[in-house]
């Protein structure tokens, strides 16, 4: 069984500042893990994802995750945020090598970025 | 860049009623999703469908919900008889491979169910 703590549900930064969102996870076998991204009034898009590749993965609009096994975490992070980073953020775990086709989600942070 | 397409965006009901979500998945895909996403809680799993068969469900799919395929291009949710707690967005989704796959699952913009 997998599943997915995000740690604080509301996250403020200054516009310039750095992004940290936090992740853990727990998975009874080696994990995919996501962050995908709600922008209000939309639907979810794919951030980054790790699938056992690398493990500092890159995505889209600058941010990117670090998957550490000992700690069983995948943080996002954005070194520098900017105003239209503000949405909620989720991160997904499902179980690698199939045998389940869901996603099993965090309650999602809410990121504000304040000028 | 192909899209999952929802309909209705917004849908009111009266409990006990029977709604129907509608769903486009992109052309090429071969897994479709539906999630639930209640107010301020988190995005839920309810099933996935896959060779015009549900492949996986979650203990809230039970008997009121069903899903369908029923031509080339759309997946729908039913839900029988709607009750209060049936109020959420709705989430359709597909993927070209299954999520357990490393498959990347595209998103329509939700349903908004609301049952009174």
């Known amino acids: 069984a997998q599943s997915v703590t995000q740690l604080g549900s509301h996250v403020s930064v200054s516009e310039g500042a750095l992004v940290l969102l936090r992740c853990n996870y727990s998975?009874?076998?080696?994990?995919?893990l996501f962050w995908y991204v709600q922008y209000p009034n939309q639907g979810l898009q794919l951030l980054l994802k790790?699938?056992?590749?690398?493990?500092l993965v890159k995505g889209i609009n600058g941010f990117e995750a670090e998957f550490k096994k000992s700690e069983t975490s995948f943080h996002l992070t954005k070194p520098s945020a900017h105003m239209s980073d503000a949405a909620e953020y989720f991160c997904?775990?499902?179980?690698?090598?199939?045998?389940?086709?869901?996603?099993?989600f965090g309650k999602g942070t809410k990121l504000t970025v304040n000028p | 860049e192909p899209e999952v397409t929802q309909t209705p965006s917004h849908q009111v009901t009266q409990m006990g009623q029977e709604v129907i979500l509608r769903c486009v998945p992109i052309?090429?895909?071969?897994?479709f999703y539906w999630y639930r996403q209640i107010l301020g809680q988190k995005v839920e799993f309810l099933v996935s469908?896959?060779?015009?068969?549900?492949?996986?469900k979650s203990e809230i799919f039970d008997d009121q919900f069903s899903v369908e395929r029923p031509d080339g291009s759309n997946f729908t949710l039913k839900i029988r008889s709607t009750k209060l707690e049936d109020s959420a967005m709705y989430f359709c989704?597909?993927?070209?491979?299954?999520?357990?796959?490393?498959?990347?699952?595209?998103f329509g913009e939700g349903s908004r169910l609301t049952v009174l």
């Open positions: 997904a775990v499902s179980g690698s090598g199939g045998g389940s086709e869901k996603l099993v």
């Open positions: 989704a597909s993927s070209e491979v299954g999520a357990g796959v490393t498959g990347e699952l595209f």
């Open positions: 052309s090429n895909h071969l897994y």
């Open positions: 998975s009874s076998v080696p994990p995919y």
């Open positions: 790790y699938t056992s590749a690398a493990t």
């Open positions: 469908f896959y060779n015009n068969e549900i492949s996986e």
